[in-house]
């Protein structure tokens, strides 16, 4: 009985196994299938792709690009014959021209036959206007851009220039130089927006991310610090080094090992958040006389961050999810920069009572 029981123990522990690694297989597969995009696996894609990359035409449009190698040397002819400079500091090459119109070519008939967009390599079906990958949140980044320049340069004027300062020149308001630094990171963050989205390789991509996410934990040491009126240069090290180090090793992480999409978009939400919620705290326990605006921006970018989850096509080959959600935060930065000027002007008038 007991040679029995040990052998059915190990037939159970074998199956047991079996077991785990077909389910392991399976879902590794399924796994694939998640992250690849529906119309990489079209048939009629990926044969329109092949021949492209073997004629250099996609129909009658054929892209004369296509008889240089990846060096730029003319694949047909003698060496001295380069393509020009400029079309490769473009970086459309032929492969990326084929995709693109070959995209295109299957989205026409696509549309035809009465089916919505599919995604297209990890991304919707843009058409490009001007060689540029994604026109509207070019134009929604660059006014983003043009609205922080705007807000962070009214905010130095008003500094500087209208409230009254200290005998060595420098402004009453003692968060000046931690707005001033906000403002600079916010303008080199849309600025990477704008080329990323103007054309996505992998140094812009890196750009636009690393930007975004050093804004983002910057955003929330000024949060903290501001919210909490830490004045004192050693907690403000205290409270910002932890932070900082953080976002450091994570941008490090993402650049030196692995550039897990997933894994940042986690990061920066738990960001956003965890500033959202101690702004909301302190509009709800302080006195300031604009804390409606600031109440304004809370709430409308929270609920404009919803256009992050809610994915949903291109209209018209334009305008999508993301694009609509850098189209709201345009009013809301102006709103925002509004909000830190009154700040410097309340902190001013306090600052001023207490000298007299």
């Known amino acids: 009985m007991a040679t029995v029981t040990v052998l059915e123990e190990h037939s159970i522990i074998r199956m047991v196994r079996c077991y785990w690694i077909s389910l392991f297989l399976a879902f590794s597969c399924f796994l694939g299938v998640l992250h690849a995009s529906v119309g990489d696996a079209d048939p009629s894609y990926r044969s329109c792709l092949n021949d492209c990359e073997i004629t250099g035409c996609v129909g009658e449009i054929c892209f004369p690009h296509c008889n240089f190698s990846s060096d730029g040397a003319s694949v047909d002819g003698p060496w001295y014959l380069q393509e020009p400079q400029y079309l490769r500091w473009k970086q459309w090459d032929c492969h990326s021209d084929c995709k693109y119109h070959c995209m295109v070519n299957r989205e026409k008939d696509r549309a035809a036959s009465g089916y919505e967009p599919v995604k297209y390599h990890g991304k919707w079906p843009f058409k490009r206007v001007f060689g540029i990958q994604e026109p509207a949140s070019v134009a929604f980044s660059a006014l983003n851009l043009a609205m922080h320049f705007h807000g962070w340069l009214s905010f130095f004027i ?73 004045r004192l240069e050693a907690a403000r090290v205290m409270v910002s080094a932890p932070l900082l180090a953080l976002v450091t090793t994570h941008i490090l992480y993402l650049n030196n090992y692995k550039l897990d999409y997933g894994w940042n978009m986690k ?40 256009l992050e989850i809610y994915d949903f096509p291109p209209y018209e080959g334009f305008v999508d999810a993301h694009a609509a959600w850098h189209a709201t935060t345009i009013p809301l930065t102006y709103l925002w920069w509004s909000f830190i000027k009154d700040d410097a002007e309340f902190r001013t008038s306090i600052l001023l009572n207490k000298v007299k």
Request: glycine share 6%.
């Open 267 to 306: 990061v920066c939400v738990a960001m956003g958040v965890a500033q959202l919620l101690i702004w909301a705290i302190w509009c709800g326990v302080s006195g300031h006389p604009s804390r409606w605006k600031l109440w304004f921006v809370i709430v409308t970018g929270a609920l404009a961050m919803l």
């Open 158 to 230: 008003l500094l500087h220039y209208k409230l009254p300062v200290k005998s060595d020149k420098k402004p009453y308001y003692d968060y000046a130089g931690l707005w001033h630094l906000y403002g600079l990171l916010a303008l080199n963050s849309w600025f990477w927006s704008t080329v990323f989205h103007s054309r996505d390789v992998e140094l812009t991509e890196k750009l636009d991310y690393f930007s975004a996410i050093a804004l983002l934990g910057y955003s929330l040491i000024v949060a903290i610090l501001r919210s909490f009126n830490v």
